[in-house]
């Protein structure tokens, strides 16, 4: 996914280069009367707009997901173990930091103060699951931890300043 978006704005960015230096060589010559512009762009309005459409469509189409996740869905069922995560500015206060691995965790998500996200890391950058926390609701997320290690929550809505320092450790052991 990375490459892909790599390479799309690789592509934009030069066509907008083109466009940019086309534009910059053609200022100086001296411009044709308004209605044989106007003619040449009419010219060009229903191609484009066609163009736009189905470029459109293909890549709405190319780039949907199943939906719900696959896998989120199939989780659900009677908790082995039962988390209550709450947020708050600016921290998050779990009622027990340790689960065992292949027990289905279910975190009771909610927040005290304003709108956090609930995000668990495996690793430095692979989010495995994630709810938003909000202030009177109670979001239940559940998840069963394949592998033993130090997983890492974090904040993912800006709640203010120290929204960064948001974090707390889940030990699968
Ligand atoms: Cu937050």
Request: hydrophobic residues 50%.
């Amino acid at each position: 996914m990375q490459n892909v978006v790599w390479i799309m704005t690789i592509v934009a960015t030069a066509a907008l280069g083109a466009i940019f230096l086309w534009v910059a060589a053609n200022a100086s010559r001296p411009s044709d009367d308004a209605a044989s512009i106007a003619r040449t762009a009419y010219r060009w309005r229903g191609p484009l707009f066609w163009l736009v459409i189905v470029a459109g469509a293909v890549i709405s189409f190319v780039t949907l997901t199943e939906w719900p996740i696959s896998g989120h869905a199939l989780a659900a069922g009677k908790p082995d173990t039962v988390i209550r995560a709450v947020g708050q500015q600016w921290r998050w206060t779990l009622d027990r930091d340790s689960v065992r691995v292949g027990e289905l965790v279910e975190f009771q998500v909610t927040a005290d103060d304003v709108n956090h996200g609930f995000a668990i890391y495996q690793g430095k950058s692979r989010i495995i699951a994630q709810a938003q926390a909000m202030p009177g609701y109670v979001n239940k997320l559940q998840v069963r931890f394949a592998e033993p290690g130090e997983y890492e929550i974090l904040c993912l809505e800006y709640c203010g300043l120290a929204h960064h320092g948001m974090r707390a450790t889940l030990k699968v052991q």
